[in-house]
C-alpha cells in the first residue's frame, strides 16, 4: 500500500519560514505529477503549488514570490519551501501524488492525498 507522510508543520512569526516535506512509501512502479494544496478553516482547499516528474512547475497566482516547490525522485519526496509567511497563510498543508501503483500484474493511476500539516502565522 502506497501512504503519502507529510511533515514541517508548525507555528511561526509572521515573516518566517518553513519546510515542509512529504515522502511517498510502500510499492509502486513511479510517481508522476506532486503537488500541496491547502485549506483554512471555513475555506476550501486550494492548490499551492504542483511540479511533475520532470521539475516542471506551477504555482497559485499568490504564491509564487513566497513559495518554493522541489522533489527529489530518488527518495521520493516533494518539498514546499515558504519564506515571508503571513497570518493568511494560517491552513492544512496537504500533500498530493498522482501515482502509479501496482495491482497484480498491472498498474494503475491512483491519486493520493497525505494527511495534512498543520501550518500557523501569528502576527
Known amino acids: 500500500q502506497v501512504q503519502l507522510v507529510e511533515s514541517g508543520g508548525g507555528l511561526v512569526q509572521a515573516g518566517g519560514s518553513l519546510r515542509l516535506s512529504c515522502a511517498a512509501s510502500g510499492s509502486f512502479f513511479s510517481i508522476n505529477s506532486m503537488a500541496w494544496y491547502r485549506q483554512a478553516p471555513g475555506k476550501q482547499r486550494e492548490l499551492v503549488a504542483a511540479?511533475?516528474?520532470?521539475?516542471?512547475?506551477n504555482y497559485a497566482d499568490s504564491m509564487e514570490a513566497r513559495f518554493t516547490i522541489s522533489r527529489d525522485n530518488a527518495k521520493n519526496t516533494v518539498y514546499l519551501q515558504m519564506n515571508s509567511l503571513k497570518p493568511e497563510d494560517t491552513a492544512v498543508y496537504y500533500c498530493?501524488?498522482?501515482?502509479?501503483?501496482?495491482?497484480?500484474?498491472?498498474?494503475?493511476?491512483?491519486?493520493?492525498w497525505g494527511q495534512g500539516t498543520q501550518v500557523t502565522v501569528s502576527s
Open positions: 498530493n501524488a498522482a501515482v502509479l501503483a501496482y495491482s497484480g500484474i498491472y498498474v494503475r493511476s491512483v491519486e493520493l
Open positions: 511540479i511533475t516528474s520532470g521539475g516542471s512547475t
